[in-house]
């Protein structure tokens, strides 16, 4: 069977930038093993796969993958395939925006995108809120897996920490953009982080430094995850989302509607923008959204 799909780059609106997304579309009928092994084809951080909705007032449902394994979400496949499938709808340029809401393993994601001219923006809100894991690893151990001294690990308040929202992160802050630029994954650092005992497997590791070309909360970012067969990521929606537990845990922030800034992908060529908003009332985090843009890069037949 002849089946559509189309590559976008996403959290960009710049092509060549980004993080390269394939979303199949006509997934129906392909079984979990086929899924993957089109994963591993197209050999990009994730592949997502659109399906009929369980419920037919939403849009699509979709199933995530990377090269090794399905995910219960991501943020570049929600992204990219609310973008593309905004632009594919009748009604989109007809309105300022187009609002639906997408099924991925962890619930269901409302998306709002706005499109122009084989581009868009979406945002969407998280159907669950960051869970913190409370088993932050030694600050020894992240520098060992990194190559970097422990005196490079932490700024301010900020000291390792991990968090999840479906996939689980290590959040490693480093003291400078140099030390973030210069961190390399070493293997057998990695696994000697071990495995978070709450999932029952390893956490990718996510670092930060703070961005001295902005004002306000503006981060760099890299994200490391061999256990998923993505050896670093040029960005990475699901982090951003944990990425609030992280501002939760170590900013003085009050209630009220807070935007953060993460710039990822630098080191590797492929600059990322993603924007986070977290609304806090009564000192409790209350929701999470994210955002960013997308581009249309390609689309062919998978003759499978």
Known sequence: MAR???????FTETPFAGNPLAVVLDADGLDVGAMQRIAAEFNL???????????TRRKARLRIFTPTRELPFAGHPVIGAAVLLALRD??????????FG?????????CVVE??????????TLPLLP????????????????????????????????????????FVPLASIAALDRARLDPAGFAALGETSALGQPS??????????????RYQARMFAPHLGVAEDPATGSAAAAFAGVMMQFEPLGDGTHEVAIRQGIAMGRPSEIGVQLVIASGALHTVEISGAAVLMSEGTLLV
């Open 204 to 217: 990718a590791l996510y670092l930060y430094a703070v961005d001295p070309d902005g004002i306000g909360h």
């Open 4 to 10: 559509r799909f189309v590559t976008l780059d996403v």
């Open 45 to 55: 951080s994730e592949t997502v796969f659109v399906l009929p909705p369980d419920e």
């Open 90 to 99: 009748g009604r989109a340029g007809l309105a300022d925006a187009t609002a």
């Open 131 to 170: 869970a913190y894991l409370e088993e932050d690893p030694e600050t020894e151990a992240v520098a060992a897996a990194l190559g970097l001294a422990p005196s490079e690990i932490g700024f301010g308040l900020h000291a390792p920490s991990r968090h999840s929202v479906g996939p689980a992160f290590t």
């Open 102 to 110: 997408l099924e991925v393993e962890i619930g269901v994601i409302p």
């Open 115 to 124: 499109t122009a001219g084989g581009r868009g923006r979406a945002r969407f």
